[in-house]
């Protein structure tokens, strides 16, 4: 099922929960942090339920910018995602703004199910990339 | 799917994305791709991907990308790879070069490389400039490209949907002219049959923006929420500052063909619409970064944001 992990942003508050040890880590390729992963990982690639989080920034034209992320791990699976934004600077607030509240929000649409179309363009099918990136994440992981 | 459709397309992975492929005529329900290929078309279909891959994938390191890569020399290009380049000499010139196939570092840089390391490696890398990097030369035996110095090429805006293109003229001299082509988010229809695209809303999958009437046509979408790894890191970049592209979320782009569609879904980041639509015969629709939606007057089909 990949409709979960479409990246969609959602305004919510963060809950960040246990396991405390390997938190930091797990995004660390994504988000550019360096901290080491928690040596608990089970050789079986079980991953313990919970909430995953890791800081990061990124240079935008405006200069140094801050992004919070946050996956959450239920069952080996990604259940969701969740990036918030911190930024420096009132412009990138604004489009990381209009990014995390999710344009969704303003521009919505009709829904699919409810269509008689042959073909749906977009986003969906293409998951495969992102899929593929948060495979290396965890195999980093485990890795370090 | 609906319950009452009674063949399922043909359905594979390749190139990093599924792909369906169905076989119909007037007569096909607008639900229905259509029906599948035989074993020993979608063993033929399955080897031209391979073939283009094998050739253009900066992903895999025994591609003519890989070797272009590598060392500098003077390249005989594949027989497909001349509609292909002179799109993006067009694309190019068009978007006063923010296109560019020489963003293949720029991306590595990114973080978006073969490895998907997917963590950037320093501040971003604008492309080099094509008339230092590249020459093409035209020659009896075919294209030549000439490179004074390693070049990483990325076909990435326009490749698919010429793949998309290829599958279906293929399919044709095989004797199957009536096809749907879709492979995710490029879709091409050949033959006698309209078809309807939904225009799938970049932030809820589950909603459309629009629908889109196409008849031996392609619609080619892109959108920087696909194959992105972070906070304004995707995979559509400016070859000028070797940056990412904010102010255009997604883009829809209906052609006579998927490699003009694509590649003009990719160039409408980066250019004004009128500009290049004075150049190519397209239409379109952009939701940009501020939820805006724009469409061109021409575009056979109805929005509903």
Redesign the interface.
């Known amino acids: 099922m990949t409709?979960m992990m479409?990246?969609?942003?959602r305004t919510t508050a963060a809950r960040v929960a246990a396991p405390i040890g390997a938190t930091a880590a797990l995004l660390g390729?994504?988000?550019?942090c360096s901290t080491a992963a928690e040596a608990e990982v089970p050789v079986d690639a079980s991953y313990r339920d919970g909430t995953y989080q890791a800081n990061?920034t990124?240079?935008?034209?405006n200069g140094s910018?801050n992004?919070i992320?946050l996956i959450e791990l239920e069952n080996d699976i990604v259940t969701d995602v969740e990036?918030t934004?911190n930024p420096n600077n009132p412009t990138t607030a604004n489009?990381?703004g209009?990014?995390?509240s999710?344009?969704?929000d303003?521009?919505?649409?009709?829904?699919?199910?409810q269509?008689?179309?042959?073909?749906?363009?977009?986003?969906?099918?293409?998951s495969?990339?992102?899929r593929?990136?948060i495979a290396?994440?965890k195999a980093d992981a485990v890795e370090s | 799917m609906s319950s009452s459709t009674l063949l399922e397309p043909t359905a594979f992975e390749a190139i990093g994305a599924p792909w369906r492929i169905g076989v119909g005529g007037a007569a096909t329900p607008t639900s229905s791709l259509g029906a599948p290929l035989s074993a020993d078309d979608r063993a033929a279909v399955l080897a031209r991907i391979e073939q283009f891959d094998r050739d253009w994938s900066r992903f895999r390191d025994d591609s003519l990308v890989a070797r272009i890569a590598r060392e500098p020399g003077s390249w005989s290009l594949p027989a497909d790879a001349e509609p292909l380049l002179d799109l993006y000499e067009r694309l190019h010139a068009a978007t006063d070069a923010r296109l560019s196939p020489l963003v293949g570092a720029s991306l590595d840089r990114l973080g978006y490389d073969a490895a998907y390391r997917l963590l950037p490696a320093g501040d971003p890398l604008p492309a080099p400039r094509w008339q230092d990097s590249l020459a093409l030369r035209r020659t009896p035996a075919g294209l030549v490209l000439d490179t004074a110095a390693p070049v990483l090429l990325d076909v990435g805006a326009a490749g698919k949907g010429y793949l998309v293109d290829l599958v279906g003229e293929l399919l044709v001299q095989r004797g199957l002219p009536d096809t749907v082509v879709d492979a995710s988010g490029d879709v091409r229809v050949r033959g006698e049959r309209s078809i309807r695209v939904a225009l799938e809303n970049p932030f809820d999958p589950a909603k459309a923006l629009g629908v889109v009437e196409l008849r031996d046509q392609a619609l080619c979408a892109s959108a920087t929420t696909r194959r992105a790894w972070g906070d304004g890191l995707h995979h559509i970049i400016d070859a000028i500052t070797g940056r990412p592209v904010d102010a255009v979320v997604a883009t829809w782009v209906v052609a006579d063909s998927a490699l003009v569609a694509d590649g003009v879904a990719t160039a409408m980041f980066l250019a004004d619409p009128a500009r290049l639509c004075a150049v190519f015969a397209v239409e379109w629709v952009r939701l940009l970064a501020d939820g805006r939606l724009e469409a061109s007057a021409g575009l056979r089909g109805e929005l509903f944001a």
Do not use: H, K, M, W
Request: charged share 15%; glycine share 14%.
């Open positions: 409709r479409t990246g969609r942003a390729t994504l988000t550019g990061g990124y240079e935008s034209p910018e992004i992320v990036i934004t489009y990381q209009q990014f995390a999710g344009i969704g303003l521009v919505i649409g009709e829904d699919i199910d269509l008689d179309v042959t073909v749906v363009a977009g986003s969906s099918l293409t495969n990339g992102f593929e990136a290396a994440i």
